[in-house]
């Protein structure tokens, strides 16, 4: 097995732990994991029937074909695959895959995906029923998460697919906080660089000097002055005028 250091530490205790039994297989933003690495514990555990593969970069499209393909056979069913964040997956790739998950054309389209919810859990946490995270962006035609737009009226929207404002992170913008699809000319930034629509960006608390909010995914980088009720974001707080200011307060 290739996987250095701690990676190959960690498929070790996979091993010695699991005797055989394992069935749930989270190795989540795991980038020293290599394809030997995945293919020896889906040999070692054939009754593995989720696998959250997420980020994990050092793995290539083919190193997981040949695990899944290893983990559907003998009439064993993989219920659910995550591999978002892996590197060059291609509509070959996704189409040999749903082949191996024995996928319905219309089986993973069931559960609409939002932006803003897919943010606020782990991948583990997942409690939505499609058995295959990604597919094809019906915008820019790469294999990506894909989501629907949590605003009222996109959702009339679908119902023509002209005006079907679904797609992945990269073609369609979408609010941090609520998920909704935004215009470039209602776009805001927060500090942290993230989008939010108007409404969100307005009821968000903002910074005393910039006035400018966070998202609520970086609200923890506040700062607060002893001796002073302000707040102020951590930029804002490393410009000599702040700090002056609330020295003199």
């Not at 970086?218 to 700062?223: F, S």
Request: charged share 25%; net charge positive; glycine share 4%.
């Amino acid at each position: 097995m290739e996987a250095p250091g701690h990676a190959h530490e960690a498929l070790h205790l996979v091993f010695k732990r699991s005797n055989g039994r394992l069935r749930t297989l989270a190795l989540i933003c795991c980038v020293k994991i290599t394809d030997d690495g995945l293919q020896r514990v889906a040999e070692k555990n054939p009754l593995i029937e989720k696998a959250y593969l997420t980020t994990c970069t050092g793995l290539s499209p083919n190193g997981v074909l040949r695990a899944v393909e290893t983990l559907t056979q003998h009439n064993h069913h993989l219920k659910s695959l995550k591999i978002n964040g892996i590197y060059n997956i291609n509509k070959q790739h996704l189409k040999t895959l749903s082949s191996f998950l024995q996928l319905t054309p219309s089986e993973d389209k069931q559960n609409p995906i939002f932006f803003h919810g897919h943010k606020s859990f782990s991948a583990i946490e997942d409690t939505s029923d499609r058995r295959l995270d990604v597919e094809v962006c019906p915008k820019c035609k790469a294999v990506r998460l894909v989501f629907d737009c949590s605003g009222d009226a996109c959702k009339r929207k679908a119902e023509n697919p002209l005006m079907e404002c679904r797609g992945c992170y990269f073609c369609i913008p979408r609010c941090e906080e609520c998920g909704v699809c935004v215009q470039k000319e209602e776009t805001m930034k927060a500090i942290c660089g993230d989008f939010m629509c108007l409404h969100c960006w307005l009821k968000s608390p903002k910074c005393d000097f910039c006035n400018k909010p966070y998202c609520s995914r970086h609200g923890d980088r506040w700062c607060a002055h002893p001796d002073s009720t302000l707040f102020v974001c951590d930029i804002c707080d490393e410009k000599p005028e702040v700090l002056l200011s609330s020295i003199l307060m």
